[in-house]
């Protein structure tokens, strides 16, 4: 059974560069949320999406965006990037948003470098 | 506003202790509270779920246990191990909002 799967692994990037990451959820989950790690810091909120849809955000700047297919992967997005944007990227999978009784699946992550 | 706190930051034990690592959350509205261990460098691995309407939930040697009235979780490891050495995040779902606020971690080293 296919958990979480991320990719790249690692990236490194230029300051005011592009990139994307992506994110394939667990088999029969749905619904996908993106978190920002800081190095030493618990996971930030970024955004979730469920029927392709951006559900919920969290205290991100619109340089961040996303998208879900068909399939329910996903795809980050970062425009602009910035040195602070260096962070490891976790993807996390579950049900849809009213099943509450169950947990998240989280990805190994993206190790995101910017200079 | 959800705040999470995770004492200690950090803890090193020698083998065969019994420890225990503190979660506190500020809002005690939760649908439930995830423990998660994350290797270096690595992602999040779930080691137990609890609902708000449980008090604990056990998987081996470990035992988490929730007083959403107070906003505390523990997070209880048996018999340690050094390959339980690890970053434990505690993180809780609100009842407002499908995201999850995450504690800052406590950096757990069991030496042999």
């Known amino acids: 059974d296919a958990g979480v799967t991320q990719s790249p692994t690692h990236l490194i990037k230029t300051r005011g560069q592009q990139v994307t990451l992506r994110c394939s959820p667990k088999?029969?989950?749905?619904?996908v949320s993106w978190y920002q790690q800081a190095l030493g810091q618990g996971p930030q909120f970024i955004f979730q999406y469920y029927e392709e849809e951006e559900r919920q955000r969290g205290n991100f700047p619109d340089r961040f965006s996303g998208h879900q297919f068909p399939n329910y992967s996903s795809e980050l997005n970062v425009n602009a990037l910035l040195l602070g944007d260096s962070a490891l990227y976790l993807c996390?999978?579950?049900?849809?948003?009213?099943?509450?009784?169950?947990?998240?699946?989280f990805g190994s992550g993206t190790r995101l470098t910017v200079v | 506003k959800q705040e999470v706190t995770q004492i200690p930051a950090a803890l090193s034990v020698p083998e065969g202790e019994n420890l225990v690592l503190n979660c506190s959350f500020t809002d005690s509205a939760i649908y439930n509270l995830q423990w998660f261990r994350q290797d270096p460098g690595k992602g999040l691995t779930s080691l137990l779920l609890i609902q708000s309407s449980q008090r604990e939930q056990t998987s081996g040697r470990l035992n988490a246990s929730l007083d959403k009235s107070s906003g505390r979780s523990t997070l209880y490891i048996a018999a340690s191990q050094p390959g339980d050495s690890a970053t434990y995040l505690c993180a809780v779902r609100n009842n407002a909002g499908n995201m999850l606020t995450f504690g800052g971690g406590t950096r757990l080293m069991v030496k042999p």
């Open positions: 088999s029969g989950h749905d619904t």
């Open positions: 996390a999978s579950s049900l849809p948003p009213w099943g509450v009784a169950y947990g998240y699946t």
